[in-house]
């Protein structure tokens, strides 16, 4: 019989030094990043901060679809995927000091530019500093009432059992994602796309997010397996790290399917406002990271995963895990930089700011998991993920 021991996260003192100490550095980095190079500086900060925006974001789309579909496997690592839902509140706080920045990185905010292109002059009413803000104020409102109510009902569930809270998640998770689908591939326009206003894309959105899911996977198969090694969640076993890897393994298809059709429809059309993008990004400067960014996103996890022993192997997954974490940063560096650099270069800032994020992201996946129970302990279909089986 499995042992179910759902204590809350005790961190330790040097874990707590460690994840303090990288967010001071992100902060220091911010100042420095002002004062001597402001726009490489804002640069990668959205960089960083949309790829652990984009781990918050897909984790809470992970979470609703398996409160739509009933799902019982997955309350074994429902917490986990909490967890990272709840970065999302730090990264609205985030966004929001990004607004003091959109003006040194959008070209859409310099109005001569917007007018010396007959393509951008339709472009010119949505394009705007004022619009800008109050899309990405519209779009974290929404995400962020969605989280707190999900993550409270889950959490209150704790206390009182039942299947009242249980059944109330479901409506909600139908009507985030009806208002998702649109907002998110508004704000993927906004915060990446844009950077290039010429360039049109109709599948820009879903690229951006099936990327996005991708990479919440990885985050969730890897802190799943260190809170293992700290003595939490024995209630997950090979089974639960099986679908966890199918997951892994299927969205590395759905991504690569995504961005083929995304390149078959910009190659066969060949419209100068499309071509653009990959034509920048097949310089010599970055052509090799062009080749490498589908190996590690999609050829090598489907490679390493398609053995069933390989989704099994908990330590073996959390190996791919990581490369398709480097391939979730890959990605979003190859789809931001060539629009300021006509070479791949990492910097400084880059450092910085990648261990200042992920310093914060580490505080709020901690903080949340310090709060509440490892595992939820009263939901209704506990059952089910204490005796899952996979084959």
């Known amino acids: 019989m499995t042992k179910l021991d759902a204590k809350k996260f005790e961190p330790s003192a040097g874990t707590n030094s460690l994840v303090m100490g990288l967010m001071g550095l992100g902060v220091v980095t911010f100042g420095a990043g002002l004062i001597m190079n402001p726009v490489r500086a804002w640069q990668a900060y959205l960089v960083y901060h949309t790829m652990f925006l984009g781990l918050g974001l897909g984790a809470l789309f ?82 962020m009432f969605f989280a707190w109510r999900l993550l409270a009902n889950s959490t209150q569930q704790d206390e009182e059992g039942g299947v009242e809270l249980r059944n109330a998640q479901k409506p909600l998770s139908a009507m985030f994602l009806v208002l998702f689908a649109p907002l998110f591939t508004m704000f993927a326009i906004d915060t990446i796309k844009s950077l290039d206003p010429k360039w049109f894309s109709t599948m820009f959105g879903v690229y951006v997010f099936i990327g996005f899911v991708q ?10 397996k260190m809170l293992q090694k700290h003595g939490y969640l024995g209630v997950v076993n090979e089974n639960h790290f099986h679908d966890m890897g199918k997951y892994l393994i299927g969205f590395s298809i759905f991504w690569a399917y995504i961005g083929v059709s995304q390149y078959l429809l910009i190659w066969y059309a060949n419209l100068p406002e499309e071509t653009g993008y990959y034509l920048q990004r097949q310089v010599p400067g970055w052509v090799g990271w062009t080749i490498l960014l589908p190996i590690v996103r999609f050829v090598a996890p489907f490679l390493l995963l398609l053995p069933m022993q390989a989704k099994r192997r908990s330590n ?44 914060f992201f580490a505080f709020a996946v901690r903080r949340f998991l310090a709060s509440h129970n490892t595992v939820p302990v009263k939901d209704p279909f506990l059952h089910e993920t204490l005796h899952h089986h996979v084959y």
Do not use: Q
């Not at 803000?133 to 974290?140: N, T």
């Not at 990479?215 to 799943?224: C, E, F, Q, Y």
């Not at 990581?322 to 880059?350: H, K, Q, T």
């Open 62 to 143: 992970f979470l609703v679809v398996h409160y739509l579909a009933g799902a019982g496997w997955n309350v074994a690592v429902r917490r986990v995927t909490e967890s990272l839902v709840s970065y999302v509140f730090f990264a609205a706080v985030f966004s929001l000091v990004f607004l003091f920045g959109v003006s040194k990185i959008y070209p859409w905010t310099n109005h001569a530019f917007m007018e010396s292109s007959h393509i951008l002059h339709g472009k010119i009413g949505y394009f705007g500093t004022m619009f800008f803000s109050a899309r990405v104020v519209l779009f974290f409102a929404v995400v």
């Open 215 to 224: 990479g919440s996977v990885a985050a969730l198969i890897i802190i799943t």
């Open 316 to 359: 073996y997954l959390v190996k791919v895990a990581y490369l398709v974490m480097f391939g979730c940063w890959l990605d979003l560096f190859w789809m931001i930089m060539p629009n300021f650099s006509a070479s791949f270069s990492v910097s400084i800032w880059d450092f910085g700011f990648a261990l200042g994020f992920l310093g």
